[in-house]
């Protein structure tokens, strides 16, 4: 039987960029039907191997064999239009083609583009990305190419491209930070880590369990390699210069072994914990306050809220609804149209936003960390210096002092938020801080933000982000209406899931005949004695597993724990996870009914 030939077969591929290498030698293939992630830090590679693979930029070495008569569909990073067109002209000139025309709307209107007489160049970037992916999504490619796509959609538009990349036998190579959509998309995952590929045949969660397992291996050898480098470096010393056959065998061992034992593994075995922050007692209050555009563009109408101490707080809601605008008005940069937001005497903003910070290209990275503060104080008589801390962020001594614009896009933004922290503020308000970060950046800016003994507000649709750092959210639906939900996201999705449902089944009882109607049926159920006693453990339960949630995570970051212990407690982290939010969805339902 005739093997089958894959899609895309990439062959021994290797690019540098002067002494800089990419990667090297790396090889894989993409069959027909298969999702595939590539996942890799910001700087080492990912856009320019799309880039590469699409036929945009060339490689140094190696074969891209894609299958006769492919059609490919590419979609950039930071797409580019002729300014004078039309959005139709930009998908791809269906003028003409009625039924391409109507279809062109329903996926525009989809990702939320509605004129599509507009010209290109009125558009803003995140709506040009937008008009670049339903071009490549028209063209019904038979392997999507895709680089961020999910940058710049709200989360109606993310869970909608969900749907669209699952429905059928679609074939997908994507670059992508939102972890939610790997998991739900991808049933392949490729790591490009340290010049070299690793495949993972599974979603996102496989990918996390079985890198772990490489992980862990790695580190077990290097333990091991570094024991035996004592005793053979201890031998080395002692041994005379006239060695027989045996001896330089033994010899060129230790080299050998000498490369292993001083690798350095980049995974982190010590979170960053600043305590040497300190706010107040009054944050901010928001006292009535009302904004409005139009009468068409109502952002909130006598809003009144009183931030806690501590609290750390997502703002969700669709493109339009006014939650960068909520931003601005709290930080001063906007004022509302009635009412007052009074601040507190001992709050610091530390602020990141969408539009990033505009940097001196031919300075150096660590000169505009320095350019801040020299260190940043940790409290207890602990510092870190700038370059320590850049170091903490991945940017490695070489890379601290590479002039700014060699600098990729998600290098750039990561800096911006090192320049952000290094002020050491008691308050972060970050805007859409995952846009463009690497995964690994991510986790790092988590543990970050869960060690933070400040205030946060995080406006972000990448849920996964979401649900690892805020524990309530403000939810903007449109026209002034703002709900405050006591959960992450993925909590409150399930709760608006059950509460619509709930919706439409009085919406039916209604349209039944009046006489038909049962009384008993129309006043709210009462909680039963049972699901008192039910919801009272639950409180309990739920308490008592994030208190061994916590527990864990500082054993993780003691660095005290043997690697039995670590891959133990790492198995056993989201388990826990897993059991506080089915606990915590019970809980909610229950408080729904009437005590």
Not at 37 to 56: M, Y
């Amino acid at each position: 039987m005739a093997k089958e030939i894959p899609y895309l077969d990439v062959q021994n591929l290797s690019k540098s960029f002067g002494a800089l290498t990419l990667f090297r030698d790396i090889s894989f293939s993409i069959a027909e039907g298969q999702k595939v992630g590539l996942i890799a830090k910001n700087g080492t590679g990912k856009s320019t191997l799309l880039s590469v693979i699409s036929g945009k930029e060339g490689h140094d070495s190696g074969d891209i064999i894609f299958r006769r008569d492919l059609k490919v569909g590419y979609l950039e990073q930071s797409p580019a239009f002729d300014p004078d067109e039309s959005v139709l002209d930009a998908c791809f000139n269906h003028r003409g083609e009625d039924e391409k025309v109507l279809k062109a709307k329903q996926v525009l209107t989809q990702l939320k583009i509605r004129d599509l007489h507009q010209p290109m160049g009125q558009l803003s970037g995140g709506q040009q990305k937008r008009v670049a992916l339903a071009n490549v999504l028209l063209t019904e490619p038979d392997l999507l190419i895709l680089d961020e796509p999910t940058n710049h959609l709200d989360l109606d538009m993310i869970e909608w491209l969900e749907g669209y990349l699952n429905r059928g036998n679609k074939t997908l190579l994507m670059v992508t930070h939102d972890r939610f959509f790997l998991d739900r998309v991808c049933s392949v995952i490729i790591e490009l880590d340290d010049n070299t590929l690793y495949t993972y045949r599974g979603n996102y969660s496989y990918y996390l369990e079985k890198r772990q397992e490489r992980i862990d291996a790695r580190r077990a050898e290097i333990a091991r390699a570094n024991n035996l480098y004592r005793t053979e470096l201890e031998w080395m010393r002692r041994m005379p210069q006239a060695r027989g056959h045996k001896a330089r065998y033994r010899e060129e061992a230790f080299y050998e072994l000498e490369k292993v034992a001083r690798q350095r593994m980049e995974e982190r075995l010590m979170r960053l914990k600043s305590r040497n922050v300190y706010i107040g007692s009054k944050i901010f209050e928001c006292q009535y306050i009302s904004k409005a555009w139009s009468s068409d563009c109502v952002i909130m109408k006598d809003f009144y809220y009183n931030f806690s101490r501590f609290e750390k707080m997502g703002i969700v809601g669709n493109n339009g609804t006014g939650k960068s605008t909520f931003i601005k008005m709290l930080l001063g940069e906007e004022k509302p149209d009635s009412g007052r937001i009074v601040i507190g005497d001992t709050v610091r903003f530390g602020y990141f936003s969408q539009e990033g910070l505009k940097f001196d290209d031919k300075q150096k990275v660590i000169d505009v960390v320095t350019d801040i503060a020299d260190y940043i104080d940790l409290g207890g008589g602990r510092h870190l210096t700038a370059s320590q801390f850049l170091q903490h962020f991945l940017f490695t001594p070489e890379q601290q002092h590479n002039y700014v614009y060699k600098l990729s896009g998600g290098e750039r933004r990561k800096l911006y938020l090192c320049t952000v922290l290094m002020r050491n503020p008691n308050f972060l308000v970050l805007d859409e801080p995952t846009n463009d970060l690497d995964i690994v950046t991510l986790q790092i800016l988590e543990e970050y933000l869960a060690d933070f003994p400040g205030c946060v507000i995080v406006v972000s649709h990448d849920r996964y982000f979401m649900d690892k750092v805020v524990d309530h959210l403000l939810v903007f639906r449109g026209q002034g209406e703002i709900k405050d939900f006591p959960g992450n996201y993925t909590q409150y999705r399930e709760w608006n899931s059950l509460a619509s449902g709930q919706m439409e089944k009085k919406s039916v009882k209604t349209e039944k005949p009046a006489e038909k109607r049962d009384s008993r049926h129309d006043t709210r159920r009462k909680m039963t004695y049972k699901e008192k006693t039910e919801y009272a453990l639950l409180e309990r339960e739920i308490a008592a597993l994030e208190e061994e949630k916590k527990l864990i995570e500082a054993e993780l970051c003691s660095g005290e724990l043997t690697v039995d212990e670590l891959t133990e407690k790492s198995k056993r982290l989201p388990m826990l996870n897993d059991e506080i939010d089915e606990k915590s969805m019970r809980w909610l339902e229950l408080s729904e009914i009437e005590d």
